[in-house]
């Protein structure tokens, strides 16, 4: 089975920064094929896509609210996504979701995942 885990959220003060990974597992599931992005969910709000990367860490995308603040990346050998996340606001506050698409181009939407960790919470005091 597929299963992708996040670990790295916790309770900090604005202007923190804090590294959030994602580590991916299953005997067939080819990690270098799937684009992979990060989700989050604050309290009473939709989940919303906030960074996306596709095979090769040199090609990124970011929701505008994290531009210049976040940034996404993979190991492939690791299996592993990443999440850098600089200079935090309280609004950054949410479940920070990791995903992947069966495909390798990043879209925006989470219908378009097929697969989902459980989830990490980061809380940003302000």
């Known amino acids: 089975q597929v299963q992708l885990v996040e670990s790295g959220g916790g309770l900090l003060q604005a202007g923190d920064s804090l590294r959030l990974s994602c580590a991916a597992s299953?005997?067939?599931?080819?990690?270098?094929?799937?684009?992979m992005a990060w989700f989050r969910q604050a309290p009473g709000k939709e989940r919303d896509f906030v960074a996306g990367?596709?095979?090769?860490?040199?090609?990124?995308y970011y929701a505008n609210s994290v531009k210049g603040r976040f940034t996404i990346s993979r190991d492939n050998f690791k299996r592993t996504l990443y999440l850098q996340m600089n200079s935090l606001k309280a609004e950054d506050t949410a479940v920070y979701y990791c995903?992947?698409?069966?495909?390798?181009?990043?879209?925006?939407?989470?219908?378009?995942?097929?697969?989902w960790g459980q989830g990490t919470q980061v809380t940003v005091s302000s």
């Open positions: 995903a992947a698409r069966s495909n390798t181009s990043v879209s925006r939407l989470g219908s378009d995942y097929n697969y």
């Open positions: 299953g005997r067939t599931f080819d990690f270098s094929r799937h684009a």
């Open positions: 990367v596709r095979w090769s860490s040199s090609t990124t």
